[in-house]
């Protein structure tokens, strides 16, 4: 069962208050997105923070009184999640947060590894600034070894997002963004991996090669990382199977 606080303003929004049509048609799509994402975000860290485990249910019921907003909201919000990969939602049954297994792993990093190493490629041919978030990813990153696991998670994956993003390729970002939520659920359900600094420091590694623009390193170390990830992640199932 969900204990969470209200998303702020969502009550007030679903049941109180008289609008014309006029405003509804201004203001309703705007007001209502804000508090899909809100609920989104909020249910998305709840299962990355590991309080809602593989398998648990999250129906449209106890979302919407967990957090206080419409069955309608709620629903979205699922939906939303289920599209990302962190939930599994069958016709008439409540949805549950998905369970990474050794498959779904294996081809997680076998799609991730082409556009990473795409990124990898730009950079080191084409040149271009790198983001400044990438370092700051990286520091963020190595301080947070007691934070949230939402947070570890969120650091952990920004340097490989800004990457991605920093080649300027919208369909490259899109597959990219199309696996995370899939990688956000396999490093949330590892129950051992290495620690905070310990991933900052090969960030930080690759993110010098890539300064220099050595294509053979960087991608060597680039392809190096990525199998040692999946290794962790895949023995962590071993461990908690």
């Known amino acids: 069962m969900l204990f969470v606080s209200p998303v702020p303003g969502a009550s007030n929004w679903c049941n109180h ?30 299962i990355l923070d590991g ?37 599994d939602k069958d016709a008439n049954r409540p949805a549950r947060v998905k369970t990474i297994n050794h498959h779904e792993v294996r081809n997680l ?6 556009v990473e190493l795409e990124a ?9 600034a790198l983001d400044p978030g990438m370092e700051a990813s ?10 949230l696991g939402h947070l570890r998670i969120q650091y952990n994956l920004d340097f490989h997002r800004l990457l991605v993003a920093g080649t300027g390729n919208p369909w490259l970002l899109r597959c990219y963004t199309s696996i995370e939520g899939g990688l956000q659920l396999a490093l949330a359900q ?10 900052a420091e090969v960030h930080r590694a690759l993110l010098k090669e890539l300064t220099v623009g050595n294509w053979t ?24 199977g």
């Not at 609008?19 to 994402?37: F, G, K, M, Y």
Request: with cysteine; net charge neutral; charged share 30%.
């Open 51 to 87: 309080r809602l485990k593989a398998g648990d249910a999250v129906s449209e019921d106890e979302v919407k009184n967990a957090l206080q907003v419409s069955r309608v909201t709620a629903r979205s919000a699922i939906a939303e999640l289920t599209a990302r990969g962190i939930l």
């Open 120 to 128: 990898v490629r730009f950079f080191t041919h084409r040149g271009g």
């Open 190 to 199: 590892s129950v051992d991996h290495p620690t905070c600094l310990e991933t």
């Open 109 to 114: 990093y076998r799609a991730r590894m082409p």
């Open 138 to 147: 990286i520091d963020a990153l190595a301080e947070a070894e007691h934070s």
């Open 17 to 46: 208050g008289r609008v014309t049509l006029s405003q509804l048609q201004n203001i309703a799509p705007v007001d209502r997105i804000s508090v899909v994402e809100e609920v989104t975000t909020r249910l998305l860290h709840i």
């Open 217 to 240: 390193h960087a991608r060597d170390a680039m392809i190096e990382h990525l199998k040692e990830s999946k290794r962790g992640v895949a023995d962590s199932m071993n461990r908690s």
